[in-house]
């Protein structure tokens, strides 16, 4: 599809809309969900899109994506030409776009995509051609009197260079366009425009409208996912984890590969997913979203069932924090029997983990499945960025898991450190007794094991773990910093996990490790290094600073029996 079809799309959208402006309802549309088809993989509704297009492109986030030079990284890094074509395409359509009155009109105040899976024998086409054929554009004009009088001007123009057929279907009036050896079908129906390149489709989502085939409105997976984050209002997104599935399983059917076991297995453990839905609302300075995602117990796996039968609780390790934390987060599902297939036998595991556990459970004088029965269900993992003074810059890390059988436990870890031979030394800082690597060459290398209570507390940093002991008199719990922050999303409720990020701080870490990891790469091979430089400083490199723009964030999340929930919030920069 060339550059210019999607401008002429929406001219000749404008077009026909004066034909069929009698038919055009005064009222508020139908909801567009009405008009797309049940087995619909992929749906999106955006209100008001060009206020949202030009809100980003203002944004700082938006800039430095717009700064990006796809044709210069792909020339600078020995690609060719043709390699970025798409995105070149799409980069000017949006820009096109972003100024366009026209397209402003035809879709002021909502536009919606959905995307279905053909039912047909799999045919092998291009990403393009599959996203051409197998999509519906949905949208609800502006204003009808300036739609009316601007579609008579611009018909009026083009009405002899722009050859239009029209068929009847039912009660309707299907509109086709030749353009450039590419065919649009466009129907209004109901005030909502729908278009697309493929007649077939267009047909189907008229037959939705007039209830002779299921639309995704009806969908009881659909409607429940929606009416779980309708308090996010700007946006919605809807997934079918089922259909997609579903697809998929066609497609690898339909193919032979090397991994399709693997891929066939992976499918499986999706199972029991029906449906995915995603909101999101901006006030001022502050985004909120929530994200629902609907499952059927009886269908999902042993382990998922386990894992989403935990019942919400409260976060008692709130505190095991510092005023320097650029990741935090607690869950109350953690459970190592997971791991037990990969570990310790099987056709999972490999010989070299057998070898390891066998060392270790011979050294503790403890199974390793005994020795996690000793641990509790709640852990936290804390993050701080290192000290850039450091020879090499490593984020600073604090693991923190509950111990039911704490004296059983520390007894087994103490006893495996002694066996291994490994130089350690013993200190107590306040309440708490740990053990360090004495030959640690700097901060962020001190491997470091700590018993506290009915904690158990791993880390790389001494320093770091001691301003963690030192917040918990008087410092802010993260509920608290979430609240100061104004992006609480409800952390001081019953949940199953709460993480709290400085988006800044992590964003500038990975800078860093990204930087480091260059370096090495360059030690290897100059060439290669060259190319990586170019990828992490022209592209990598501005979205992370771009992503800057996103402050702090907080989230929380919590299993009913038929969905699992994620509240979040977010500041961002004006």
Known sequence: ??????????????????????????????????????????????????????SYDRSMLGKKVS??????????????????????????????????????????????FAMIPPTGKIVESTLE???????????????????????????????????????????????????????????????????????????????????????????????????????????FVYLSVDSLRCWLERVTDSHEFSWKPVVTKELETTRGFLSVGYGV??????????????????????ITRNHLQKAPGKNSLSSFTTRQTAAYYWSNTVDFYYLLPYLTGGKNSSFQTRTIVSRIEKRSGVALDQMFSYLGNEAVVVVEPGNSDDFITIPLCTLVLDMKEPQKLTSAVKKMVSATGIPVIERRYGPLQYMVWRDAPQNGLQLLCGFWGNRLILGNSVGYLKRIIDHQQGG???????????????????SNSITYYDNVKIMSMTQRLLSIMAAFVGIEDRELSTKVKVVIDDVVNPLLEGGKMYRKSSSRSYFTPHLVMIESKKTKRQ
């Open 129 to 235: 051609d599959f996203v051409k054929n197998n999509t519906l554009f949905l949208s609800w004009p502006r204003q009808n009197a300036g739609f009316i009088e601007f579609a008579g001007k611009i018909y009026g123009q083009a009405n002899d260079s722009l050859p239009i057929t029209v068929s009847q279907y039912g009660n309707h009036h299907i509109q086709r366009f030749d353009l450039q050896g590419e065919q649009l079908a466009f129907v209004s129906a109901g005030g909502t425009f729908v278009a697309s390149f493929n007649e077939r489709l267009l047909r189907r989502s008229i037959d939705c409208y007039d209830k002779d085939r299921l639309s995704l409105r009806k969908l009881e997976t659909f409607n429940l996912v929606k009416r779980a984050v309708r308090r996010k209002g700007d946006r």
């Open 67 to 112: 700064s990006i030079d796809i044709e210069g990284v792909i020339a600078k890094t020995g690609g060719a030409a043709s390699d970025g074509r798409f995105l070149v395409a799409a980069k000017k359509m949006y820009q096109k776009a972003l100024t366009s009155d026209l397209a402003e009109l035809l879709a002021g105040r909502k536009l919606g």
């Open 281 to 302: 609302k901006s006030s001022g300075h502050v985004v909120s979203d929530m994200l629902a995602v609907h499952y059927d117990i009886n269908q999902v796996n042993d």
């Open 1 to 54: 599809m060339k550059t210019n079809t999607v401008v002429y799309f929406l001219l000749l959208l404008l077009v026909v809309s004066y034909i069929v402006v009698a038919k055009i309802d005064t009222g508020d549309p139908v909801d567009m969900a009405e008009l797309v088809p049940a087995e619909a993989l992929f749906y999106i509704e955006q209100r008001a899109p060009f206020a949202a297009l030009r």
């Open 476 to 494: 802010k719990t993260i509920p608290q910093m979430a609240m100061q922050n104004g992006i609480d999303p409800g952390t001081r409720k019953a």
